[in-house]
DNA sequence: GTGGTCTAGACCACT
DNA sequence: GTGGTCTAGACCACA
């Protein structure tokens, strides 16, 4: 369910921050569910419990989750979430940038077409014609 | 030229690294192009020489640059480049993350659409057929 | 344990490298081992820690140390080592020059053959038939 | 003739010393011949003279050239060549630590036997009975 | 505790 | 002049 990798220089925290968005992104994770506790989720991953409490802080601040004292973090709803633009810039951006140097490093078009495909942007048939 | 922000959390030499990067994708800087020398950009920049120099040398290792001694570090040709396919994997999954998070925070296709254009990945008329 | 020379022309971060790796490739360091933090080391060969970073790092980025952030420095696994085909094809190349130049000083080709087999390149009775 | 890369690591220098020395080797330049003179090469291959001098001096205190005032400098021949075993030792050095890492980087013993028989190590049939 | 970054200032080799 | 190395000492983030 975790892909925890201790030798990715990425900090421990920001990888459980990751792996929790993309789940609630592709919808793994449905608004208003409850997720692991603080100490089960710690234990589960043999890591040190502020390391998770750290991702949750951070989850909670951007508005993934919400918590409810004495019950626990729950799954926050997409409507529920703050102020988009900013992040929606910064994705912008990355995407650019990654698609430039993609161009740079002469990835074929068509790999990256397929991305495309597959993130649901575009239908069958859309491209390439 | 430079955007160099001493307050982000990025580290300075990363930053220098990303301008030059973006730089060189982009054409502004041709190869076999002379850059700047490590104290002349330090100064120009108020920053600390070694800094620069720990830029250009993971610039050089990425092959971005190279250095002729005596003389300076200037701009590699795009096809001295070596091993590509782990970077482009690393971009591809940057790619899909940013899509797929865009979606969920319901930012409109048209815009993305805007931003393949811009990259010349797509041709006028290919798209929202 | 270390052989650091500090009067030799070869830069220290790169003996230390050195070291590292021929005790790697000898197996004397296993797999997933951890090795001294750099503060340590660096207080015990009474070299800058800087020093000992950048040989780390070096280290790290050629594929044969992982950096799990907090606890320290490990052994990389041979198998996940990166691109070898431009190293291999380097210490060919190193290979033939020292070959060619032993014959010109005349050196005996038994003693070559001694090096040889010591390697395991050679069982005994393969050579001098 | 002259195989210089400016964008190498290696000091143009010590490029220098290794063409000479590999075509000393090799027999391309024979014993009592005339080598250009400073000038001459530092013309030809558009390298600060000093450059040129600095390898003529290190050639010359190794033994392979020696230098008639007024004439020029010469090859040497190789009886002529001061105390070979320092650098042999250094030879069967490198031999050994590049043998090793070719070992460790999994390249196949063939390969390797091909250069062996290259340098005229082995005549055609010694190897792998 | 760990690694990672940065500064200030020094010295060396090469061109 | 150029890059490359090293030291001393400081600060930060992460576990």
Redesign the interface.
Known sequence: MFRID??S?K??YEQVV?NF??M???GILKPDEKVPSVRELAKELTINPNTIQKAYRELESRGYFYSVSGLGNFVAA?SD?QD?SA??NE??D??????????????P?E??ME??K????MREG????
């Not at 597959?118 to 942007?121: E, K, P, Q, S, V």
């Open positions: 201790l030798k220089r900090a421990i990751d968005k993309e609630i992104i592709s997409p979430k988009n992040r929606i994705l912008k990355t995407l650019k940038t990654a698609l430039n140097e993609l161009m740079y490093l002469e990835c078009k790999e990256i991305i495309l597959d993130t649901a942007l859309e491209t390439e014609r």
